[in-house]
């Protein structure tokens, strides 16, 4: 199979990404995080190493950062309509992301089930480096 682009925003579509992977979805990792957060929002998060995710901002000022816990990930809000769209990190070895699959237009078929995932037990070194081996390099950050 070869690389797919697969679109993604907020409801309003102020904010969106592209995510591109050359997994097809029956075969994504797809996880949903037990933090609060993730759960106000039924997130249901994947990320592909050997993939790549662009984040955009359509209207200037609807991107909104929220960090929280160890405050080390910026999480991916609309402004405008609220919608929780993805995460990124900052490491020394580069940008990585998340995307929430709810948040994918549209979203496609055959998607396997979530496995439910803590990761309240790692300190801020170990979440780092998880996400440094497991989640998506980011190729364009919006400011």
Do not use: K
């Not at 993604?8 to 591109?20: D, E, K, V």
């Not at 097809?24 to 995710?53: E, K, M, Y």
């Not at 990585?96 to 803590?118: K, Q, Y």
């Amino acid at each position: 199979m070869g690389i797919e682009v697969y679109p993604g925003s907020c409801h309003c579509g102020a904010i969106g990404f592209s995510y591109r992977t050359h997994q097809p979805p029956a075969a994504w990792n797809v996880r949903a995080c037990q933090c609060s957060f993730c759960r106000a929002h039924t997130g249901l998060t994947t990320s592909d190493p050997s993939g790549s995710i662009e984040f955009h901002e359509h209207q200037a000022g609807s991107l909104q950062r929220y960090r929280f816990g160890l405050r080390i990930t910026d999480f991916l809000l609309c402004h405008v309509c609220g919608v929780y769209i993805g995460a990124e990190i900052e490491t020394p070895a580069g940008l990585f992301g998340i995307i929430n699959i709810h948040a994918l237009r549209p979203v496609p078929g055959g998607i396997g089930p979530a496995v439910a995932m803590d990761y309240g037990s790692e300190s801020a070194a170990e979440r780092v480096e998880r996400r440094e081996e497991r989640w998506t390099p980011v190729i364009a950050a919006v400011a």
